[in-house]
């Protein structure tokens, strides 16, 4: 399954399947992105990052892709389970050494179905 | 330990009312935020500290008044607040090494609403 982040809220996915979350991100500044999941209840955890030198990196069974021509952010997770199900923010940075400031995108929930 | 600890976990407060929402991590990192969320919204930066002195606020009323007394420790005190504040309010910290970027821990939250 695949979202749009901005336009698509949400994301339903069978077990198992592999799952496509967007992201278009608004400054072409921002050097460094991140993926947060967020549970109910709970504050976001971190998923994986990304510099903007790189364009693809890869997690456990996560892989963020960064397409910088068009500003737009990517997280694949493979093999869906259960635990899955939250809501992923995508956030960019901009400033550094202690002046760091995280533009959170809207969020897309994702819902695997059993 | 990888772990931002946030007290208390919920909050009522009348709008006269004046409380303090702390939080707290030993992972020796040097900066720490606040964040504002409100339901089915992404996070919002209030504030930023950085080697304990405030360094980002993100044009916030001075009805919170942020407090960072040492290293670990991070406060928000809260005067006067009105019903439109209530929301999970967040705390993160990240290491400051030169000019890297770190990614931010996330606390739990406190949830508060203001009756």
């Known amino acids: 399954g695949e979202s749009v982040g901005l336009h698509l809220p949400t994301l339903s996915v069978q077990e198992g399947d592999n799952s496509i979350i967007n992201c278009a991100y608004s400054?072409?500044?921002?050097?460094?992105f991140i993926w947060y999941k967020q549970e109910s209840g709970k504050g976001p955890q971190f998923i994986i990052d990304?510099?903007?030198?790189?364009d693809k990196r890869q997690g456990q069974r996560v892989t963020v892709l960064l397409n910088k021509t068009v500003k737009h952010l990517s997280l694949q997770i493979a093999a869906t389970q259960p635990g899955d199900s939250a809501v992923y923010f995508c956030?960019?940075?901009?400033?550094?050494?202690?002046?760091?400031?995280?533009?959170f995108g809207t969020g897309t929930r994702l819902t695997i179905i059993p | 330990d990888t772990e931002v600890t946030q007290t208390p976990k919920h909050l009522v407060m009348g709008m006269t009312n004046k409380k303090s929402l702390k939080c707290e991590q030993h992972m020796g990192h040097r900066a720490m935020y606040w964040y504002k969320q409100k339901a089915k919204k992404p996070p919002e930066l209030m504030f930023v500290y950085s080697y304990e002195k405030l360094s980002i606020n993100e044009s916030v009323p001075s009805r919170f008044s942020p407090e960072c007394p040492n290293s670990s420790l991070l406060n928000l005190h809260l005067h006067a607040l009105q019903p439109e504040d209530s929301a999970l309010y967040l705390c993160?910290?990240?290491?400051?090494?030169?000019?890297?970027?770190?990614?931010?821990?996330f606390g739990p939250g406190t949830r508060l609403t203001v009756t």
């Open positions: 990304i510099r903007s030198n790189m």
């Open positions: 400054n072409s500044a921002s050097d460094y």
């Open positions: 956030a960019e940075n901009m400033g550094r050494g202690g002046n760091e400031k995280l533009t």
């Open positions: 993160a910290s990240s290491q400051v090494t030169g000019g890297a970027i770190y990614e931010q821990y």
